[in-house]
């Protein structure tokens, strides 16, 4: 395997630029979904209050809630949190504290029974997801990374009319748009090469690995891969909501929402092949981003003891920076040098996302001063969303808006809770909630053949799920409240398209658990 191989510190000379569209319609999903979050009491229930009210993480879900409350209110909420993650017999895990909700209910009666009997405003922070997640596995397999690669890549060059020779080291090859950033990498640590014809020569427009070149010298294919994979970061979203009650049969709500986005990965490929030669391929991906979103809603109080509510979700409109690099390191045994490595420069781009609409009806049953049951169900379609360049006005990104169209899918998530007073000033909680998945099974990632992105792994949902609980006590004008909450992930992980190779199996299904105890302290006056 003749390689001429790009040093680190030629790339560190490049100016940092965005080669291509790296971004993906995984990423644009990752954004979009949210999880299940708010105050204690809010998350005891399973979210299950949206034709209830009287409690600030309403205003994220139905923001007439906010029209129920007869007195001023002012909450926070600590979330200790920690995700565990199984995959192949090996569990990884990340613990944290945040602070998961903060509000302030301004509430305003007009001293009347009739028409509009009271007006109130609000404030209100709450933690719409929270991303922080470790993976580590590792396997015995007879495929290595770099026989993505080299598919890739020849595919890459076919399609984009280059051969290896765009790899010599007189050229700036991470200034041709041509070339995606990974197959530079894969060059430069002998991960892919050229194979060579019945006379020695090279065969510059074909690419093979370096399990495919041991195994043509009878040395063995098998790789021991380690997978290595850290995300971490939040979406914050801030609540400026107003809220009327009229006659004590009708509340109305709308609240204005900010969002704040903020992601980082980096994911490490190990691999060690059976004449120990050994790879460490890493990536990393940042993103961050600002949007805003409009949310109504209304509860309608026919009866008592029945509550009808309603809402409607604007799409989420983000404007979205991020950055990509990545890394290789080798040690090839075979070589008189057997060391290795590359870098990428960092690449940049931006878009913007429109998340889909959603769609919420809420019924409440109020057990006279001894509880309440409440049912939400909610819809949203994210084979709607879509994606748009920063630089070109009006210019849509056809790829990733035609796969969303395409492998994403509608949505459908059930909330059931309730919350009961065997005692004056206690409550016991209990709820479920359940999401389908977003992403039909067969959908897979897929990548722009000029792509400064070296990371291809993804994940598809299977299932979510959630179990919740919790108490409250009131004490004078204060209150606290305490939630566990259970949320089960399973999912299918891929750590590269499997259509790019023969013989890649079953992807590795991971299950996440994610534990939460969370506090609220409220004061009422």
């Not at 722009?448 to 006590?473: Q, V, W």
């Not at 409240?481 to 499997?498: E, F, G, I, M, R």
Request: include cysteine.
């Amino acid at each position: 395997m003749k390689k001429i191989i790009i040093t680190s510190l030629c790339a560190l000379g490049i100016m940092s630029f965005a080669n291509a569209q790296f971004q993906s319609e995984y990423d644009a999903l990752k954004v979009a979904q949210t999880d299940l979050n708010g105050t204690a009491r809010f998350m005891s229930v399973a979210g299950a209050m949206g034709a209830l009210g009287g409690d600030a993480s309403t205003l994220f879900y139905n923001p007439a809630g906010i029209a129920t409350y007869r007195s001023s209110e002012l909450t926070f909420t600590g979330n200790w949190n920690w995700n565990n993650t199984s995959a192949l017999g090996s569990m990884a895990s990340r613990f944290l504290f945040n602070l998961n909700n903060v509000s302030y209910i301004s509430a305003y009666k007009t001293g009347s029974e009739n028409g509009l009997v009271a007006f109130n405003w609000g404030f209100a922070y709450n933690r719409a997801k929270t991303f922080d997640k470790n993976i580590r596995y590792s396997t015995n397999s007879n495929l290595s990374l770099g026989d993505f690669l080299a598919n890739y890549t020849e595919i890459s060059g076919n399609a984009a009319g280059y051969t290896a020779s765009v790899f010599d080291e007189d050229n700036d090859v991470y200034r041709d748009q041509r070339v995606p950033w990974a197959s530079v990498l894969a060059w430069d640590g002998m991960m892919i090469a050229n194979p060579q014809d019945e006379l020695n020569n090279s065969i510059n427009n074909q690419y093979e690995s370096y399990r495919n070149n041991l195994i043509s010298q009878s040395i063995g294919g098998g790789v021991q891969n380690t997978y290595t994979i850290a995300e971490r970061g939040s979406v914050n979203e801030y609540a400026f909501s107003g809220g009327a009650n009229i006659s004590n049969i009708l509340q109305l709500g709308v609240s204005f929402v900010l969002l704040n986005l903020d992601y980082q990965m980096e994911s490490i490929f190990e691999e060690k092949f059976e004449n120990n030669s050994t790879y460490k391929y890493t990536s990393s991906y940042q993103t961050d981003g600002s949007g805003f979103s409009i949310k109504v809603g209304a509860i309608a109080r026919p009866t008592q003891w029945l509550r009808i509510g309603g809402a409607f979700h604007s799409p989420s409109w983000y404007y979205i920076k991020d950055n990509n690099k990545g890394s290789i390191g080798s040690k090839i045994v075979t070589e008189v040098e057997p060391d290795y490595n590359g870098s990428t420069p960092v690449g940049y781009g931006s878009y913007y996302l429109n998340t889909p609409m959603k769609g919420l009806a809420n019924l409440g049953f109020v057990i006279g001063n001894y509880g309440f049951v409440g049912v939400d169900y909610e819809y949203t379609d994210y084979s709607t969303m879509k994606m748009k360049n920063n630089d070109i006005i009006n210019s849509y990104m056809v790829d990733q808006n035609n796969k969303i169209a395409t492998n994403f899918d509608a949505t459908h998530t059930i909330r059931v809770g309730t919350e009961l007073r065997p005692i004056e000033n206690v409550s016991v909680r209990l709820g479920y909630a359940m999401v389908t998945p977003a992403i039909k099974a067969d959908a897979y990632r897929t990548y722009a053949t000029n792509t400064t992105r070296t990371d291809f792994d993804f994940t598809n949902d299977k299932s979510t799920n959630y179990i919740t609980a919790g108490l409250g006590y009131r004490f004078g004008k204060s209150y606290m409240d305490v939630a566990y909450v259970l949320q089960t992930k399973l999912q299918d992980y891929y750590s590269y398209n499997p259509t790019y190779v023969n013989g890649f199996g079953a992807p590795v299904e991971i299950t996440s658990k994610h534990n939460q105890i969370l506090l609220t302290y409220g004061v009422r006056f």
